[in-house]
């Protein structure tokens, strides 16, 4: 497995990412690098681990045909130490078990592999850790533990892959809109209803449909994350990696197109449906679109990511690495719970005892 190790310039340290500089910083003689320095110095040796590792690939398919396939369990050797690290098929970028050093996996986004585009992470582990802690002070039935130093260690900076969809469609719809009219006259009540025929098309642009490209997580943390701001990313590089976590893809276009055109249609029935004003109710009759032009974009997102195990039940929880924004299930506590309802009943019994005594 081909491996990238992102190495200090300067002092030979480990290279990683800073969210807070927007730079690559090393640990060791605090020195500082642009992201294109970097991206210049590395760019040759990621081209070449690129080529291995395709040709690494091509070899493996053609001696393992009509093999049974095997496991998705992939073996490296760690270049700062020469560890054997074990890491599943789509992991594309970890930390080393024995030596702690960032390595990068470049075969795995590179080819047909590789990302469009990628938002680096913009927000550092402590301020993720801040923002943890402002939500967790809000939540009073939260369990005890929760919000704990040593679950701060185990939040953990994961790119996960998305595809983007931006689609131009040539769209008509045709509905019936009602105008209802009521009055009064004497003692009665009148109700006139109106029937019109609406027809609606036009050019229409819908950009930035969302959906993940892993399988393995939890789909509802990947999408409750959301949104990103689209306009900090950057064409993708592997040196953005280094010092994070990182899975490449495993679901296909071909896998989730039907899924994304039919929300991409619901989309352009609400734009169109939004332009018939001035009517009581609309009523969809028909619609009817043509693609003009379709857009597929692989992207990387910055996510923290910490699980909790809480009465033997795991709970995910992210952070959205560029915007801060919070998502996940979070454990409550059923003493806290207890302790409310005996307050609430305690309150209950005293208010109606009272007005018990004043009424004799």
């Not at 070899?59 to 998705?72: I, V």
């Not at 009521?182 to 969302?210: A, D, Q």
Request: charged share 20%; hydrophobic share 35%.
């Amino acid at each position: 497995m081909a491996t990238i190790n992102y190495k200090c310039p300067n002092c030979g340290g480990p290279l990683k990412f800073n969210p807070d500089k927007q730079q690559f910083s090393c640990e060791y003689c605090m020195s500082d690098f642009a992201e294109e320095k970097i991206q210049q110095l590395y760019a040759e040796k990621e081209a070449k681990e690129s080529k291995a590792e395709t040709a690494e690939k091509n070899a493996q398919e053609n001696s393992a045909q009509g093999q049974e396939p095997q496991e998705d369990a992939v073996v490296y050797t760690c270049p700062s130490c020469g560890a054997e690290v074990v890491t599943t098929a789509s992991t594309a970028a970890t930390t080393c078990f024995y030596c702690q050093n960032p390595v990068v996996l470049g075969g795995r986004l590179s080819g047909e592999f590789k990302p469009d585009r990628i938002i680096p992470f913009a927000l550092s582990k402590e301020k993720a850790i801040e923002k943890f802690l402002e939500m967790c002070k809000k939540k009073i039935f939260l369990a005890k533990g929760f919000a704990s130093k040593k679950q701060f260690e185990k939040l953990t900076g994961v790119y996960f892959p998305y595809w983007y969809v931006d689609s131009q469609k040539q769209a008509s719809m045709t509905a019936i809109g009602q105008k209802v009219r009521t009055w009064r006259s004497g003692n009665k009540r009148y109700t006139e209803t109106s029937n019109y025929r609406v027809v609606r098309g036009g050019n229409l642009i819908v950009k930035n449909v969302f959906e993940r490209a892993l399988k393995s997580e939890n789909r509802d943390m990947l999408q409750g994350v959301h949104p990103f701001n689209l306009q900090e990313s950057h064409p993708f590089s592997m040196s953005y990696l280094s010092g994070f976590q990182a899975e490449k893809r495993d679901i296909e276009k071909n896998e989730i197109s039907q899924a994304v055109n039919s929300r991409i249609q619901d989309y352009c029935k609400q734009l169109l449906k939004g332009t018939m004003n001035g009517y009581t109710g609309v009523v969809t009759e028909s619609y009817n679109d043509t693609t003009d032009l379709e857009a597929w974009n692989y992207t990387l997102l910055p996510v923290w990511v910490v699980t909790y195990k809480y009465n033997n039940q795991i709970y995910p929880f992210a952070i959205n690495g560029q915007t801060g924004k919070t998502y996940g299930k979070l454990p409550i506590s059923k003493c806290k719970l207890a302790i409310l309802f005996a307050i609430v009943a305690l309150a209950v019994f005293a208010i109606g005892f009272l007005g018990g005594i004043l009424l004799l």
